[in-house]
């Protein structure tokens, strides 16, 4: 006040010190405009850090062109001189990284329907097209490379080797499929890692829980990189928590993949996962 009131009898200014204004204006700046480049702290907002570090989506199924075709498939078998009539006219289409589920009760047709898709058994009547294969008119010998290049096969038994360790099955199954020496090491240990038994890779089946041999039955089915993933009721033999962590696995393996999955199944609480149901009551779909 003394300063400003002599400077009002002297007729003077009080100027303000011009690097001071320019560092004020510099200081006030980015408070009202920031800069079109400033990042969010991530570490200090809750907010976007779950946006930034979260997994990304698994990508939306395409549609464009489907995998696997059935049109008017039937299947029937002799029983007792008599035909038993298995599959009754089954239309259905697989599409790139998919998971359907085949629902239904035992004697149903689930299985056999399975069957026929992956190329273990042909049907009476009908067309069954894998990408631009014709299985219905393909011979045992080209199934059989099919299969063996392109199609994985999870059963409900497991399927494993019991005197060779979870590292020595998946790297079985990459023998059989004709896949290099030099690729064994990495892909064997990816998809032990995949199923979440990097640390029990090198113990045998029967060191193994229920829900541990079935994930090396997993490893072992996807090793050779197939398109197609077939299941026979995976989660039959497993309690519930055991049952979760198989579908978490599957979701897992149509991101980083790429697959399509198709499996059976009669349990109700794992269909909520699925990308498609198709119910079966006496070789029919019904409600799909």
């Known amino acids: 006040m003394i300063r400003w009131l002599k400077n009002k009898k002297s007729g003077t200014k009080n100027e303000p ?5 320019g ?7 980015p408070a009202s405009h920031p800069p079109a480049f400033a990042r969010t702290d991530v570490s200090s907002d809750p907010e976007a850090y779950s ?3 979260a997994e990304p989506k698994p990508s939306a199924v395409d549609f464009s062109r489907p995998l696997l075709t059935v049109t008017g498939v039937e299947r029937s078998f002799s ?3 008599q035909p038993l009539h298995v599959l009754k006219g089954i239309n259905m289409e697989l599409y790139p ?3 359907v589920m085949l629902k239904g009760r035992s004697g149903s047709g689930k299985t056999t329907l399975l069957n026929l898709i992956g190329g273990l058994d042909q049907p009476n009547r009908g067309e069954i097209r894998f990408k631009e294969h014709s299985f219905h008119r393909s011979g045992d010998d080209e199934r059989t490379y099919i299969r063996r290049k392109e199609i994985g096969f999870i059963f409900q038994s497991f399927a ?20 290099p020496r030099s690729e064994w090491k990495s892909r064997v240990t990816h998809c032990l890692e995949l199923v979440g ?10 060191e193994l829980s229920g829900g541990e041999q079935q994930r090396v039955a997993i490893a072992k089915a996807i090793a050779h990189r197939p398109s197609l993933l077939l299941a026979d009721e995976p989660t039959a033999e497993l309690d519930s928590q055991m049952g979760a962590q198989v579908m978490a696995v599957f979701r897992d393996i149509i991101r980083t993949e790429r697959m399509t999955i198709c499996m059976t199944t009669h349990d109700p ?10 119910e079966m009551v006496d070789g029919k779909f019904i409600n799909n």
């Open 269 to 278: 609480t794992i269909m909520e996962v699925a990308d498609r149901v198709f």
């Open 23 to 29: 560092a004020a204006s510099q200081e006030e700046a």
């Open 197 to 206: 038994l990097a640390k029990r890779m090198h113990h045998r089946p029967f």
């Open 97 to 99: 990284t998919q998971l």
């Open 17 to 21: 010190d011009s690097a001071n204004t």
């Open 51 to 53: 946006a930034a570090t």
């Open 160 to 179: 494993l080797m019991p005197l060779l360790s979870a590292w020595e099955n998946v790297e079985l199954s990459l023998r059989m499929a004709g896949i």
């Open 79 to 81: 029983v007792g001189g």
